[in-house]
Every structure is written in structure tokens, then in C-alpha cells.
């Protein structure tokens, strides 16, 4: 596969996965306390394939890019449960009657 590299441009987007030493929790199980996982440089994530660990000024750009697709994701969904929810609410106000408040 070739790859289109434009120099201080853009930044590669490395593929990631989870840590299988850690399975993606950053830390692991001492026996008092939790240690950071070497395995992903306490990440969670290591390259995808390769399964190799992203120097620490690396990982900070990669989990950005990362961390910013999955807000986008977020944000769909919220956009979309928001409609779901109204579309909810209009339909139970309909079949409610409305005034469902018992006073005294
Ligand atoms: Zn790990």
C-alpha cells in the first residue's frame, strides 16, 4: 500500500488497539496497588499489527486524534438519541392525555 506523506503537514494517523497485556486499562495488578502497564507505556494502546509501543510524544498526538474521533462519535450519538428522545416524549404525550398530576 503506498502512502501519501506530506512533511509537517500532517501528522500520521497510526492505527491503534488495545493492550492485551493490560486489555486497554493502562495499569495492571501488583500485589498492593495498581502498576502502570510497560507493555503500552501506561496507554492502554499499542500499534495495531505490530503491537508496538508508542514513545510517549507520540502517544499524546495519537490518543488526541483518537480521543477527538471518539467526541465527534459521541456527539453523533448524542445528536441522534436527542431525537430519539423527542420524538419519545411527543409520542407519550399524545397517548398520556397530557395532565397526569394527582395535587392533594
Ligand atoms: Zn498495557
Redesign the pocket.
Known amino acids: 500500500m503506498q502512502k501519501a506523506r506530506v512533511p509537517g503537514f500532517k501528522r500520521e494517523r497510526i492505527e491503534l488497539e488495545s493492550?492485551s497485556?493490560?486489555e486497554g486499562r493502562?495499569v495492571v495488578k501488583g500485589v498492593f496497588y495498581e502498576l502502570v502497564?510497560t507493555?503500552?507505556n501506561g496507554s492502554?494502546w499499542v500499534v495495531r499489527g505490530s503491537k508496538l509501543v508508542l514513545s510517549s510524544d507520540e502517544l499524546v498526538t495519537q490518543l488526541s486524534f483518537k480521543l477527538q474521533q471518539t467526541q465527534r462519535e459521541i456527539a453523533a450519538l448524542k445528536a441522534s438519541a436527542n431525537v430519539a428522545m423527542s420524538l419519545h416524549e411527543k409520542s407519550n404525550r399524545l397517548g398520556a392525555g397530557g395532565t397526569n398530576y394527582t395535587g392533594d
Open positions: 493492550c497485556i493490560c493502562a502497564c507493555d503500552c492502554g
